[in-house]
């Protein structure tokens, strides 16, 4: 069904409620009746205002998207955010959120630059967008510098800061900066309030930094251990952390982790049943 019908019939339905209303109360006149339904009334209106707004100002853009034309909602948008100036999160994020599905790794770089010079704030707002950008080009350097400074921000991104600071630990790892990657994954898996993030981390250092680092094998693998432990406790089964990593894919970064994420909840819970089965006397 077309975004523009759906708008209709959410626009038709709720006006008939709100005359259905106004019609019982002027013909029963029940007493009380107004009360209990005016704020129900002035809620609906409000919606309905705010939703015909939205509509009015992003109808076109609403369109390009269902048709899945990428290129056309990116000329749009360049046209919103470049020549009318409006670097806002919601322009700014889609396009950049475009560019990726386009793979235009340069104009995502390109609004970076613009949006640190016209909005600075935003960067460090859209840092996993504009981070895993540079890891797509395979710049690891520069995404390694990228997520330093965001660490290292003023004002950090409170809301994505875990996930800041994981592709900063990876992106050591990806530097081949071992020790450090080792510190930043260790204390992600003792710290981590993300399940996945934990998982990840305890992952790594299992799978890569114990072979990387022999001579700290054992640590590492007490600090992988630590984190399984941890994401049992929060997770029951392979199962729901697969449906746990599904609800993450909505985010563009978590693209760039599919494999490794489906990697480790084999390892951890193959552990896991491992692990049961030693302590099992039978």
Same mark, same amino acid.
Do not use: C, G, M
């Given at each position: 069904m077309k975004i523009k019908t759906v708008f209709l019939i959410f626009n038709i339905t709720i006006v008939l409620f @709100? @005359? $259905?209303i106004c019609i019982v109360f002027f013909t029963m006149q029940i007493d009380g009746f107004w009360n &209990?339904?005016?704020? =129900?009334? @002035?809620? =609906?209106?409000l919606i309905l205002v705010s939703l015909d707004v939205y509509y009015f100002f992003n109808g076109k853009l609403l369109s390009l998207m269902e048709k899945e034309d990428w290129p056309g909602a990116v000329q749009y948008l360049e046209g919103q955010v470049f020549k009318k100036g409006r670097y806002t999160l919601y322009f700014v994020r889609l396009l950049a959120q475009n560019y990726l599905l386009l793979t235009d790794i340069a104009g995502i770089i390109d609004l970076e630059n613009k949006t640190a010079i016209a909005n600075p704030r935003l960067v460090d707002k859209l840092a996993l967008l504009f981070g895993t950008a540079r890891m797509l080009q395979k710049d690891m350097p520069g995404a390694?510098?990228?997520? $330093?400074n965001r660490l290292n921000a003023k004002r950090p991104n409170k809301k994505d800061f875990l996930w800041i600071r994981f592709y900063y630990a990876f992106t050591l790892l990806l530097n081949w900066r071992f020790t450090e990657a080792s510190r930043e994954f260790t204390v992600l898996s003792k710290i981590s309030t993300n399940a996945i993030i934990t998982g990840l981390s305890a992952w790594f250092l299992q799978d890569v930094l114990t072979k990387a680092i022999p001579e700290q094998r054992e640590d590492i693998n007490n600090a992988a251990q630590g984190g399984v432990k941890r994401v049992k406790e929060n997770t029951y089964d392979e199962q729901?952390? *697969?449906? *746990?990593?599904?609800? =993450?894919?909505?985010? +563009?970064? +978590? $693209? =760039?982790? +599919? &494999?490794?994420i489906q990697d480790a909840g084999k390892w951890i819970f193959a552990a896991a049943e491992t692990s049961g089965n030693n302590n099992n006397p039978l």
């Open positions: @709100i @005359i $259905t &209990q339904f005016l704020p =129900l009334l @002035i809620a =609906l209106f390694l510098n990228f997520f $330093t729901e952390w *697969r449906s *746990r990593a599904a609800a =993450l894919q909505k985010d +563009v970064h +978590v $693209t =760039l982790l +599919v &494999q490794y």
